[in-house]
């Protein structure tokens, strides 16, 4: 039963900042990555940030040096914090782990509700 929850969306105008977040519970061994997604309305999800395993962050190049992702190990929560938003930057957000459960399960991607982020100008 493992869950993540997103929050912190909402409505900012143009050239504003928001900070998502998302918090993993439930029976969790380890998280092995952390990613978000997003649809913005009408489109397909597509991915804007992801932490490899590796321990680098990846980022879609249409939010990349706007968008910085970050989390707290201890809390098992991760952000993304958003800056100089635009309008196409409109959607509902998604928040993504492959998380270890044990007892001898194999991993498994874990998704959040998503959180919807309408930006206007």
């Known amino acids: 039963q493992v869950q993540l929850v997103e929050s912190g969306g909402g409505s900012v105008q143009a050239g504003g900042s928001l900070r998502l977040s998302c918090q993993a519970s439930?029976?969790?061994?380890?998280?092995?990555?952390w990613a978000w997604y997003r649809q913005p309305p009408g489109k397909q999800r597509e991915l804007v940030a992801v932490?490899?395993?590796?321990?680098?962050?990846n980022y879609a190049d249409s939010v990349k040096g706007r968008f910085t992702f970050s989390r707290d190990n201890a809390k098992n929560t991760m952000f993304l914090q958003m800056g100089s938003l635009k309008s196409d930057d409109t959607a509902v957000y998604y928040c993504?782990?492959?998380?270890?459960?044990?007892?001898?399960?194999?991993?498994?991607?874990?998704w959040g509700q998503g959180t919807l982020v309408t930006v206007s100008s």
């Open positions: 439930g029976s969790i061994s380890s998280i092995n990555s």
């Open positions: 932490a490899t395993s590796s321990g680098t962050t």
């Open positions: 993504n782990a492959d998380v270890s459960i044990g007892g001898g399960l194999p991993h498994l991607a874990v």
